[in-house]
């Protein structure tokens, strides 16, 4: 891991344990133990790393969760479960930065961003059985996977979070 990547990896663990307002680009570079100067040659500022940090994590995340086996609500709902798993400190921190009053507004934007490429996604993998519905279902289906991840956040308990995620693919079946 380069020193840029170690700056991100401890930005990101920083920000979901303390949140974005109360980590401070000095704390950060020194979990990363780099030197301040070097965190700002490589980010103009802490909303910019935040921004970075958002960009390369959860991106990746949610476009990990979208690319399914078939086109199914099953299969994307088996990803989020792993995704869930696997990530949990970039849940906690997009939880946490999608309630804080001051999330940069580039930050909210990409979280919207991937909101509505979710919604429309789910809309379409639900028209076939929902026909003119599909968007409303699909609204109501991601607030339903917003609360099994609040869920798992708060509670992290894989056998729970497996019943309710097989609960809803059969639920959609």
């Not at 680009?25 to 040659?41: E, F, P, R, W």
Request: proline fraction near 2%; charged fraction near 25%.
């Amino acid at each position: 891991m380069n020193k840029k990547e170690k700056i991100i990896f401890s930005a990101l663990h920083l920000f979901s344990k303390n949140g974005f307002t109360e980590t401070s680009i000095d704390k950060i570079a020194k979990h990363a133990q780099v030197s301040k100067g070097l965190t700002y040659s490589h980010f103009k500022n802490k909303d910019d790393l935040l921004r970075v940090v958002i960009e390369s994590t959860i991106t990746e995340m949610t476009n990990k969760m979208m690319e399914m086996e078939n086109s199914s609500i099953s299969s994307l709902l088996e990803n989020l479960k792993i995704g869930l798993i696997e990530n949990k400190d970039i849940i906690r921190l997009s939880i946490l930065l999608l309630v804080h009053p001051q999330t940069p507004a580039s930050v909210s934007e990409i979280l919207e961003k991937q909101k509505r490429e979710l919604q429309e996604l789910l809309s379409s993998l639900l028209i076939e059985k929902y026909k003119d519905n599909s968007k409303i279902e699909a609204e109501l289906l991601l607030s339903t996977i917003d609360g099994i991840t609040i869920g798992f956040v708060l509670n992290p308990n894989i056998e729970h979070l497996e019943n309710k995620i097989n609960y809803v693919i059969n639920k959609y079946k």
